[in-house]
């Protein structure tokens, strides 16, 4: 079933706009979505960055040295590097395999990891 052939109720207000106001709403729409996945993005990578060993790491080697700038340009560059990989990787995933799989195949290596530590706890 293809997504464009699909009924749509459109508001009477949106019917009657000229065409280039509506292609106005349709790049605002854009740009929302894009400031909302921008938006989700850093919430999740920031929650997700804090206090792990990376940025105590990045910490102590900052004490270390004297040269918090240095060190700052230094962890920002493999910061980015690492989310560059990410990124070219996760479209690559994205191109060959269905959302659906992706999903999946996360939440199972998730598990999987949970597991393995949580065992590392017991055994440990």
Same mark, same amino acid.
């Given at each position: ?10 508001? /009477? ?7 280039? /106001? ?9 740009? /929302?979505?894009?400031? +909302? =996945?921008? *938006?989700?993005t850093f919430v999740t990578i920031f929650l997700a ?11 102590? +080697? ?6 918090? #700038? $240095? =060190?700052?340009?230094?962890? *920002?560059?493999?910061? $980015? ?8 990787? *996760? ?10 799989? $992706?999903?999946?195949?996360?939440? =199972? +290596?998730?598990?999987?990891?949970? $597991? +393995?530590?949580? #065992?590392? =706890?017991?055994?440990?």
């Amino acid at each position: 079933m293809k997504l464009d052939s699909l009924p749509v109720s459109i508001p /009477e207000t949106l019917s009657q706009l000229p065409a280039k /106001e509506n292609t106005d709403h349709s790049h605002h729409k854009k740009r /929302e979505s894009a400031l +909302m =996945v921008l *938006g989700t993005t850093f919430v999740t990578i920031f929650l997700a960055e804090i206090g792990d060993k990376t940025q105590l790491s990045t910490l102590l +080697m900052s004490a270390e040295s004297h040269a918090p #700038w $240095v =060190v700052f340009l230094g962890s *920002g560059t493999a910061l $980015v590097t690492t989310s560059l990989l990410g990124v070219l990787l *996760g479209g690559f995933i994205a191109s060959k395999l269905s959302p659906k799989t $992706v999903e999946k195949s996360a939440g =199972v +290596m998730l598990l999987l990891i949970s $597991v +393995m530590l949580f #065992w590392d =706890v017991l055994i440990g």
